[in-house]
């Protein structure tokens, strides 16, 4: 069989009901959240996409992805699951364009497939978000040349210890495991994103797999967006979308383009569905000793998102 057959059935079937027009209006300059894993970016997803004015695929974009067997891994080697242009040949970008498309529906369920009119008459902006598109921005800038980003990234500490509590339940359960029976590696599976370098991990600790990820992850987005103008790209921390969520969200908002003026006091409150425990700034000490060690090999990286941050902000 056609490992695209069931990426080109989702195709023709939208191509039935919408023209290409029509598909790229709904899919113009979308939003995409650049995050390291367990960095908060479901939380910011989910509420966003319950905002009016903007639409979704209603959930992550693995169930895309894996409609495009040659988009898991950067190559048979299995060297890391970095993604860049050479992937997005011209049949691919139109593929994955139209494999969005088809699973588009605005913020209260209504899908584009049903009603494309519906998409044009009114505005809406496309949000899309999943961890591994940290390690693919350059795919991702190709298949979607006109893209906006924000990047949300998290303090280290309490993100590496959320990771590896993560880590710890999905080795149990098979939860958030994206490579099971990875070849070569010493665990049963591995998970989240798969970042160059992963097989100097072997015979690590969990906390030097979560640092290593918090790393790479946050570094590669940083790498990518100083290549970029900075008006394509916004950038928000974990922590002050809790303590100030009212002026943090009402950035994000202005940066998307639509217009809410409802109050954004709960966000800090709410639980994402991929939470495992509620947060807690204090959470992250139970793994104090195995992370304090691992701080400094993360100050390059904390240094380039200052730098990037600083940068941003003398433009505002």
């Not at 809406?124 to 298949?143: M, S």
């Not at 029976?181 to 991990?201: A, H, I, N, S």
């Not at 790393?215 to 987005?221: A, G, M």
Request: positive net charge; charged residues 20%.
């Amino acid at each position: 069989m056609d490992p695209l057959y069931s990426a080109k059935q989702q195709s023709a079937a939208l191509l039935s009901r919408a023209s290409r027009n029509q598909i790229d209006a709904a899919l113009k300059s979308p939003i995409i959240i650049l995050s390291a894993p367990r960095s908060g970016s479901t939380l910011l997803f989910e509420y966003l996409t319950r905002l009016q004015g903007t639409s979704w695929i209603g959930g992550e974009s693995h169930q895309v992805f894996r409609h495009f067997p040659q988009l898991r891994v950067e190559s048979a080697a299995m060297n890391s699951a970095s993604l860049n242009e050479r992937h997005a040949d011209p049949k691919c970008r139109q593929l994955f364009r139209d494999n969005m498309a088809y699973l588009l529906r605005d913020h209260q369920g209504q899908s584009f497939i049903e009603n494309p009119e519906l998409f044009l008459n009114r505005t809406t902006q496309f949000i899309e978000k999943t961890p591994r598109n940290a390690l693919n921005i350059p795919f991702l800038n190709k298949v979607f040349p006109d893209a906006r980003f924000i990047f949300l990234h998290r303090k280290p500490q309490s993100n590496i210890a959320s990771i590896i509590e993560a880590w710890t339940l999905g080795l149990q359960t098979g939860r958030f495991m994206t490579f099971p029976k990875l070849p070569e590696w010493d665990r049963q599976g591995w998970c989240f994103l798969l970042p160059p370098g992963w097989r100097d991990l072997i015979g690590g600790s969990l906390a030097e797999i979560a640092s290593f990820q918090w790393r790479l992850s946050n570094q590669t987005i940083v790498d990518n967006l100083r290549q970029l103008p900075r008006e394509r790209y916004s950038i928000v921390s974990y922590e002050e979308a809790l303590t100030t969520p009212q002026a943090t969200l009402n950035k994000l908002i202005d940066f998307i383009g639509i217009k809410n003026s409802i109050s954004h006091k709960n966000f800090a409150s709410e639980l994402s569905t991929t939470a495992i425990t509620k947060p807690h700034h204090r959470k992250w000490e139970k793994h104090q000793s195995d992370i304090e060690p691992l701080l400094t090999t993360l100050s390059t990286t904390l240094s380039s998102i200052e730098l990037l941050t600083t940068f941003k902000k003398s433009t505002n």
